[in-house]
């Protein structure tokens, strides 16, 4: 029988868990912008791109940081904290349109939108994506896309 120690510090994992999900839900994660901008205009730069992506209404920004170190040649991602979830959810939905997009002072083509993942999803979702390579080459006749963690096969039409 668990003791009311262990079965407290279960309850406070599970609480932890939770709380620490629900503000990942309201974070997007954009790679590819470039690193060459003021911190004041992060905001303002995410909310074009979302703009651009034919998110409509652009959500409020409540706040835009770099992650990680400054390195020369590296491109440090963005972590954009939007008003809701749902917002994340139609801007992940929309992401896609960004491959499309001519500017002449941002190479849409470059940029990624993400959901904020934990450590562990991070993990997880980088086996998915070099399992999704392997099976790029070794099956060309088909287009391999990874949802909800798993890995989807769809024969490509001509």
């Not at 599970?14 to 629900?22: F, G, H, K």
């Not at 008003?83 to 896609?96: D, F, I, Q, Y």
């Not at 999704?132 to 088909?142: H, I, N, S």
Request: hydrophobic residues 35%.
């Amino acid at each position: 029988k668990p003791s009311k120690v262990d079965m407290k510090k279960t309850v406070q994992k599970a609480v932890n868990l939770a709380l620490e999900s629900d503000s990942r839900s309201k974070n997007l994660i954009l790679y590819g912008v470039h690193d060459d901008m003021d911190v004041e205009d992060l905001g303002s730069k995410v909310e074009e791109i979302l703009q651009e992506a034919g998110v409509q209404p652009v959500p409020e920004v409540l706040g835009a940081t770099r992650i990680g170190w400054k390195k020369d040649g590296i491109i440090r991602p963005i972590k954009a904290t939007l008003c809701h979830a749902e917002n994340v959810k139609h801007a992940l939905s929309k992401a896609s349109r960004l491959r499309n997009k001519k500017s002449p002072t941002i190479d849409f083509s470059k940029i990624y939108l993400a959901p904020d993942r934990s450590k562990e999803e991070r993990q997880a979702h980088q086996k998915l994506v070099a399992e999704v390579k392997t099976l790029a080459t070794e099956k060309p006749t088909q287009h391999h896309i990874i949802r909800n963690g798993r890995i989807i096969s769809i024969d490509k039409t001509v």
